[in-house]
């Protein structure tokens, strides 16, 4: 199963506001942290926030921030709400379907498993659990502050 970069990059801005939680962030912040352009950014903050993960602000004092609580941030939702779009396999489109085995294919029951297992597994991670204690992913994640 592959990941799509829509998705990944949701995740980074997910930790990124987890990892500063109690102060808005901006666009450039996580575009710099999270080697990520501010326009692909824009809309998967625009998209996170239309889903509920995301407070934005606008204006000069704005920002993003988390809009619910980490532990209440399943990534297994998070992963199906923007791959649910995206086909696992040929097979599973509606559009573009164009192979011949369709109607006879074990194949494509075992992958519709394998993906269920999948997402219940993200299901039992929440944001929490990958920003908390993690000091490594704290001080990439965290502005740098001047040092003495």
């Known amino acids: 199963m592959r990941i799509t970069k829509r ?27 999270c080697n990520a352009s501010e326009n692909h950014l824009a809309q998967v ?50 559009v573009d379907n164009t192979c011949p085995l369709v109607d006879a294919c074990r194949l494509k029951l075992a992958i519709a498993g394998a993906a269920d297992a999948f997402y219940s597994y993200m299901d039992d991670i929440t944001l929490d659990e990958l920003v908390c204690g993690n000091d490594a992913l704290i001080e990439i994640m965290s502005p740098i502050a001047c040092r003495a």
Do not use: W
């Not at 500063?20 to 942290?33: D, F, H, M, P, Q």
């Not at 809009?67 to 998070?78: A, F, L, T």
């Open 7 to 33: 998705t990944n990059i949701a995740v980074r801005v997910l930790m990124f506001c987890g990892s500063n939680e109690g102060r808005l962030v901006t666009k450039s912040e996580i575009a710099e942290r």
């Open 45 to 94: 903050i625009n998209q996170l926030g239309q889903l509920g993960y995301l407070h934005t602000q606008r204006g000069r004092n704005g920002g993003i921030e988390l809009n619910r609580p980490m532990s209440q941030i399943k990534i297994g939702d998070v992963f199906r709400e923007l791959e649910s779009s995206v086909p696992i396999a040929e097979c599973f489109a509606d």
